[in-house]
């Protein structure tokens, strides 16, 4: 691992449908499998209603810049889309072959591969922000995780850490974190666990045999095995809807530091007064960090939102 990467949290996605004309979201579910601690795939399921006379034809929903799209389907087929990609986001906006008839209730799926996880130290974090563009009275987040995995915590005196509290149950192959809950309009939620397991190694064996045969008798020299193993690590999400690429920077800065002082997150990212200042008033607005004041000197604190489970 890159040691200069030693600030990197894990990955902040967002999956936030947007709907078009009369589209009403009555629920949400996103299924999440880490595969390998490289990357994740996701299965977003949204059932939808239309609640106005008129037909929908069409919808949309934003994702995060470097998600990669596998499949939109509905209860008739695979929908045909096309993405436009933002400073900040993609925006992808999806035909219904078959309208969506006024009162008429339909399953929209959305299969996908993020990157909204990150090995560290002895262990791996699995990290989603998401923020709803409308209250979504009934949420599921499943996270499938490979049977034997140990939740783990980095903190002394706690077991786990899995925020927020979640119902754990085990199959014959997974470990099962399931969060049913109510989000709020334009209020993030955060879903966190941390976990360790053992990953296939990529490396590269070199097999040397050297024999020299002399006139004084034979020599056999071996050049032993070589094992190469290099983990790859995936790329911080380079944007999202939820931060941009300062915003974010902050933060990991903030969680990986509690308390830092404002000059100090100054002095390492090379920002102005000015710019930080406006950074941290809209990471304050979202819940994200707090401000306390020692004298003149401004200390970060991540905000209740995370901090509650840490």
Do not use: C
Request: glycine share 6%; no cysteine; aromatic share 8%.
């Amino acid at each position: 691992m890159n040691k200069q990467r030693a600030f990197i949290i894990s990955m902040i996605i967002l999956l936030s449908f947007h709907t078009v004309s009369a589209l009403e979201i009555q629920s949400y579910k996103i299924t999440a499998t880490p595969v390998d601690g490289n990357y994740v795939e996701n299965v977003v399921e949204l059932t939808v209603f239309n609640n106005k006379e008129e037909d929908v034809s069409q919808g949309s929903l934003t994702l995060a810049k470097d998600a990669d799209i596998i499949a939109i389907t509905d209860s008739y087929g695979t929908l045909e889309y096309t993405n436009e990609k933002e400073t900040e986001y993609q925006k992808v906006t999806f035909t219904f072959e078959i309208p969506i008839t006024a009162s008429e209730t339909r399953v929209v799926t959305l299969q996908t591969k993020t990157y909204n996880i990150i090995q560290k130290e002895g262990y791996f974090e699995y990290l989603l922000v998401l923020v709803p563009s409308k209250e979504i009275i009934s949420f599921t987040h499943l996270l499938r995780l490979e049977k034997g995995v140990d939740l783990y915590s980095t903190r002394a005196g706690k077991n786990n850490v899995i925020i927020p509290d979640a119902n754990i149950t085990e199959t014959e192959t997974n470990l099962l974190i399931e969060w049913q809950q109510e989000l709020q309009e334009d209020v993030p939620a955060v879903f966190l666990v941390r976990f360790s397991q053992e990953t296939g190694i990529n490396y590269w064996k070199w097999f040397g045999i050297i024999v020299i045969v002399g006139s004084a008798g034979v020599g056999i020299g071996i050049l032993g095995t070589k094992l190469h193993a290099k983990h790859r690590q995936n790329k911080a999400l380079k944007a999202t809807n939820l931060l941009n690429e300062r915003e974010k920077a902050v933060l990991e800065l903030i969680i990986k530091n509690p308390e830092i002082k404002q000059y100090d997150i100054i002095k390492q990212l090379g920002y102005t007064k000015s710019n930080m200042s406006k950074i941290i008033k809209r990471l304050e607005l979202r819940g994200l960090v707090e401000v306390k004041k020692d004298g003149k000197v401004r200390i970060l604190k991540i905000g209740e939102k995370i901090r509650k489970e840490l």
